[in-house]
């Protein structure tokens, strides 16, 4: 951040208010795009999401200041917006599959900058919904209904067929609701051409995963004749957290791991977005809520080196492997699928 930043009173802001913007962008007179919640945790998903959505912004709205929020700076960061804000800004919170019951502090800054802001035009990025079906998810959901229903300006974008029809049920109709692809398909990146070698489990390790570990060490047994074997998460256990500065680099060290296997075996949602992205063969399994299965049916299985799957049986999973391995390295193209994300943002 450039300690030269000041707010609207002339003091300095605190670390993570406008990590990627000028002094002088928080005080112009261009129409601004306020990015809350932007991820300073280690999920390389959720960076390759922020990392989408300012490309979005940037490419597509030129005529806006773009202005990020990190996660710890969320109070600080409301406080400073609200000194600063037009009637014509845009706020908007980040995107992933945290909306709902798993991840309650992730929720509650985000029904925070709902509610805080429910006088402006406001968006939620493409997200994953899920509410627990028992007492503690009951509770947050109507703490989310209060918060996001205080808003009549807002929207939520869900990113496949199954969320869309949770955020209808929830918060219909007092809530715009709108359908696209997870952010980091509107990405345009042409792949590395990288020499592969090996299968890589890119595998969850949070209350999320399913997929057992005798199954994955017998899996991880038979993939030793394709070549060399490892496992990692998207999740980077080598960094405690990772700024606005570093994600890039980050993301691109992720994708050039990706991109360097002969196959990925993931239950991870963005691995098999990111191996779309490289063209390199991948098997999915589910998490607990299926936002990589329905991922994969409302806008992915087209693509021949991608495949979802629920089985277990290894002998069966040798001939999905065997197909995907020789499958054409045709990717896909859904950016026209954010259509209804630009019109949101067109200048009004």
């Not at 802001?13 to 945790?41: H, M, W």
């Not at 991870?268 to 049916?297: D, E, Q």
Request: charged share 30%.
């Amino acid at each position: 951040m450039n300690t030269t930043t000041t707010n609207s009173k002339g003091k300095p802001l605190v670390k993570g208010i406008a990590p990627n913007a000028s002094p002088e962008a928080l005080t112009n007179d261009k129409r601004k795009v306020f990015l809350f919640g932007s991820p300073s945790y280690t999920n390389i998903g959720d960076q390759a999401i922020a990392y989408a959505i300012e490309r979005f912004i940037r490419n597509h709205f030129p005529y806006y200041e773009y202005i990020e929020i990190m996660d710890y700076a969320t109070d600080e960061g409301i406080t400073l917006v609200q000194e600063i804000i037009r009637d014509d800004d845009i706020v908007c919170f980040t995107g992933g599959g945290n909306l709902g019951s798993l991840y309650t502090d992730i929720e509650e800054d985000r029904r925070k900058v709902i509610s805080s802001f429910h006088n402006h035009r406001t968006i939620v990025f493409p997200q994953s919904v899920y509410f627990e079906d028992n007492d503690h998810g009951e509770q947050e959901k109507r703490k989310t209904q209060d918060a996001y229903h205080s808003n009549a300006n807002l929207t939520l974008v869900g990113r496949e067929n199954q969320t869309i029809d949770v955020l209808a049920e929830t918060f219909a109709p007092d809530v715009n609701i709108m359908y696209t692809p997870d952010m980091v398909m509107s990405l345009d990146i042409v792949p590395k051409e990288l020499k592969r070698e090996g299968v890589l489990f890119v595998m969850r390790a949070d209350k999320e995963k399913v997929t057992d570990e005798p199954f994955l060490e017998e899996l991880k047994q038979w993939a030793q004749q394709i070549g060399k074997v490892e496992r990692i998460d998207t999740v980077l256990d080598e960094v405690d957290t990772i700024d606005y500065a570093e994600r890039e680099h980050y993301l691109m060290n992720m994708l050039d791991t990706i991109g360097s296997q002969q196959l990925i075996i993931t239950d991870r949602l963005h691995a098999m977005i990111f191996s779309i992205i490289t063209r390199t063969p991948c098997l999915v399994f589910g998490n607990s809520y299926g936002k990589a299965k329905h991922s994969h049916i409302d806008w992915l299985h087209p693509v021949a080196f991608i495949e979802y799957t629920d089985s277990k049986d290894v002998q069966e999973l040798e001939h999905i492997i065997e197909r995907l391995m020789n499958a054409d390295r045709e990717g896909i193209d859904l950016r026209s699928h954010f259509e209804p994300l630009k019109e949101f943002f067109k200048q009004k």
